[in-house]
């Protein structure tokens, strides 16, 4: 049953590079008089997704969600004002599952503390704890 379940997982991980491959096209395009191109290639961006889907490959919502080893690999920590540290801050990659296992680990950046935010929060300490005497 489990040959059943997981057989096509070698033709989904493939299908996978095709779909980071339009990726990076679409964001290399340089010129804007490229439109119908870029539809055609958005189009069949969406239908590879779409024939991932009924076969139970699902994009692993990463950004802005707690690291977890499990289903991200980070690549990198960066410090940002948006996230959490911790926190996923940036997908160079998309992950991916398949059915209940792990096809593909999201590459992602990880938020760290902002240094002037926790220079600035080391001040406002010191300056409570000299009052506070």
């Not at 096209?25 to 958005?42: F, R």
């Not at 889907?53 to 499990?70: H, M, R, T």
């Not at 959490?84 to 398949?98: A, D, H, L, M, N």
Request: with cysteine; charged share 35%; hydrophobic share 35%.
């Amino acid at each position: 049953m489990e040959s059943n379940k997981y057989g096509v997982q070698p033709l989904a991980r493939e299908i996978l590079n095709v779909v980071d491959n339009f990726d990076r096209a679409l964001s290399s395009k340089s010129d804007c008089n490229e439109n119908a191109l870029e539809e055609g290639v958005i189009l069949i961006q969406k239908e590879v997704l779409s024939i991932l889907e009924k076969f139970n490959v699902k994009k692993i919502n990463a950004l802005g969600e707690d690291f977890d080893a499990n289903i991200h690999q980070a690549m990198f920590e960066k410090e940002s004002k948006e996230y959490k540290p911790g926190q996923v801050c940036e997908i160079v990659q998309e992950g991916y599952s398949f059915h209940d296992r792990l096809l593909r680990p999201a590459l992602v950046g990880i938020s760290k503390e902002n240094v002037e935010e926790k220079e600035e929060k080391n001040e406002e300490d010191k300056d409570i704890e000299n009052n506070s005497k």
